[in-house]
């Protein structure tokens, strides 16, 4: 099973500020990472599919990069909307399993 | 476009079983592959199974092997997820979601979960 780690579990940060998460992963899976944004109560939504490609409808201030066992996911200038917690998952392989996710809070 | 609205809340006592739909609108449910993601109280998201293009059965992940079945009836556009032998580390949300990709029968790769549906909570409870 591939397993995969972000960091940081926890970020204070403030609007406008750049916000990076990490998402490593126990071997290599190419592009095949997604991310996703999930707010209390909601479902999760999904953000970045293959490593580096906007879904649809999400803002541009959101960028996905890396491949292999390293990605990053990039808030160019932090919104009050996107205070929240975000998660990677591998589509590579099953299972699909989901990084343990880091939640993003006002400074 | 698609959307998937689950049933409501459920109340279970340990050892009972329970078993959560996922009704399909603006698709075929035959057409999509269906998967359930689960989420405890203040932890992250699981992966529980779903439907594999790539052979058309199911697939589980390896903790809930044996203890849940996932089916779909598409006279109805209804996927279902059904769990036995509740316990109170179950009590959780469960999501259902479209796994989105490109591919047939043979080969399929998924870009990720892109419609979910609002999430059924159940709690197992004495």
């Known amino acids: 099973d591939i397993q995969l780690t972000q960091s940081p579990s926890f970020l204070s940060a403030s609007v406008g500020d750049r916000v990076t998460i990490a998402c490593r992963a126990s071997q290599g899976m190419s592009s095949y990472l997604a991310w996703y944004q999930q707010k209390p109560g909601k479902a999760p939504k999904l953000l970045i599919y293959?490593?580096?490609t906007l879904q649809s409808g999400v803002p541009s201030r959101f960028s996905g990069s890396g491949s292999g066992t390293e990605f990053t996911l990039t808030i160019s200038s932090l919104q009050p909307e996107d205070f929240a917690t975000y998660y990677c998952?591998?589509?590579?392989?099953?299972?699909?399993?989901f990084g343990p996710g880091t939640k993003v809070d006002i400074k | 476009q698609v959307q998937l609205v689950q049933s409501g809340a459920e109340v279970k006592k340990p050892g009972a079983s329970v078993k959560v739909s996922c009704q399909v609108s603006g698709h075929t449910l035959s057409e999509l592959s269906i998967h359930w993601v689960r989420q405890a109280p203040g932890k992250g998201l699981e992966w529980m199974g779903g439907?594999?293009?790539?052979?058309?059965?199911?697939i589980y992940a390896e903790k809930f092997q044996g203890r849940v079945t996932m089916t779909e009836d598409t006279s109805t556009d209804t996927a279902y997820m059904e769990m036995s032998s509740l316990r109170s580390e179950d009590t959780a949300v469960y999501y259902c979601a479209r796994g989105w990709g490109f591919g047939e029968l043979g080969t399929y790769y998924y870009y990720g979960m892109d419609v979910w549906g609002q999430g059924t909570t159940v709690t197992v409870s004495s």
């Open positions: 439907f594999d293009p790539q052979d058309g059965e199911t």
């Open positions: 293959a490593a580096s």
């Open positions: 998952q591998q589509v590579n392989s099953y299972p699909l399993t």
